[in-house]
């Protein structure tokens, strides 16, 4: 048995029982998923989500895609392919790591997926529109996405001046935070407050963070009155 004596670990808080970063996005029409993590079954289970219309992701990197096998269970029940919205790079390893789910010969109760490239071209999956923001991880590109007053970035440590133009004017800003110490490619706590401060959006909400980062009860005192961390099962409305 492994055994942890990190203190984010052993927590009895439920906000300190994370799993790893996704967003469900739900209109009155229209209901789909950014990124299907490698929890990905066990999060739609949990928010009983019966209705999912399309997959948009951020990024190729494993903990963003590695759950797209699960998405059969709704093409059984929805009798459709689940159409997925990402840019070339990630259409290329979804392509490469669900090979089986592309091949000519369609073996029975293999994932159906109709795949959609997109770029920073504002687009709209049913009646929610979308505006792609070009964010850097290290030295790769990652879309973080504008939905109204509605804005989601994750896995970026770097936004060029005319990209944050596009997150200025949002209502609910949710961002990545990592850990108070410097890393290659992630925003830090304080590198995310800066930007979170820059761009003036209303409600500031920070994810994508590690268990270095410490208690969400210990680093919520720490922070700014609009700004909080974000917990598994919080619900936004923007």
């Not at 029982?17 to 009155?28: D, E």
């Not at 959609?116 to 879309?143: C, R």
């Not at 979170?196 to 270095?212: D, K």
């Amino acid at each position: 048995m492994i055994g942890c004596d990190c203190e984010v670990c052993i927590s009895i808080d439920s906000k300190d029982n994370r799993l790893r970063s996704s967003i469900l996005v739900q209109s009155p029409d229209t209901s789909f998923v950014v990124d299907t993590t490698p929890d990905f079954r066990y999060q739609m289970l949990r928010t009983q989500t019966r209705k999912l219309d399309a997959v948009l992701f951020t990024h190729p990197h494993k903990d963003h895609i590695a759950g797209l096998d699960d998405i059969r269970a709704y093409n059984y029940f929805q009798q459709k392919p689940m159409q997925l919205y990402a840019n070339q790079l990630t259409d290329e390893a979804i392509r490469r790591d669900f090979y089986y789910a592309f091949n000519d010969a369609k073996y029975p109760g293999i994932p159906q997926l109709i795949n959609n490239i997109i770029d920073e071209t504002a687009f709209s999956i049913g009646d929610v529109n979308i505006q792609p923001i070009l964010v850097w991880h290290l030295k790769m590109p990652v879309y973080g996405y504008r939905m109204g007053n509605f804005t989601y970035i994750t896995d970026a440590n770097r936004i060029d001046a005319e990209e944050r133009e596009k997150i200025k004017g949002s209502k609910v800003l949710v961002v990545n935070a990592l850990r108070t110490e410097k890393h290659i490619s992630h925003f830090t706590l304080d590198e995310a407050i800066e930007l979170a401060l820059e761009v003036e959006a209303e409600q500031v909400y920070f994810t994508h963070i590690s268990h270095q980062l410490g208690r969400h009860e210990d680093v919520s005192k720490k922070l700014p009155q609009h700004i909080r961390l974000a917990f598994d099962g919080l619900q936004i409305s923007a």
